[in-house]
């Protein structure tokens, strides 16, 4: 028969593994937002990017050069 402190000890541990547990998982969740949320504004800026790219080119093919007067 187990005394009460090794129940007390076998109870701490229990809920301390228990709190790692939720612990670990709040903050795989938390980093599974952020990256999402990190990819989504990459994706973002690529499209601008692509956006400006396109843009630029059909502006430097449809415009004649800027004419500057000395």
Not at 63 to 70: E, K, R
Request: glycine content about 2%; cysteine-free.
């Amino acid at each position: 028969m187990k005394s009460p402190r090794e129940e007390f000890a076998e109870m701490m541990a229990a809920l301390h593994e228990e709190e790692l547990e939720k612990t670990f998982k709040r903050w795989d969740e938390e980093n599974m937002a952020r990256l999402e949320k990190e990819n989504a504004e990459a994706a973002d800026r690529r499209r601008m990017e692509e956006i400006f790219d396109v843009w630029g080119a059909w502006r430097r093919m449809t415009l004649p050069p800027a004419i500057t007067v000395v």
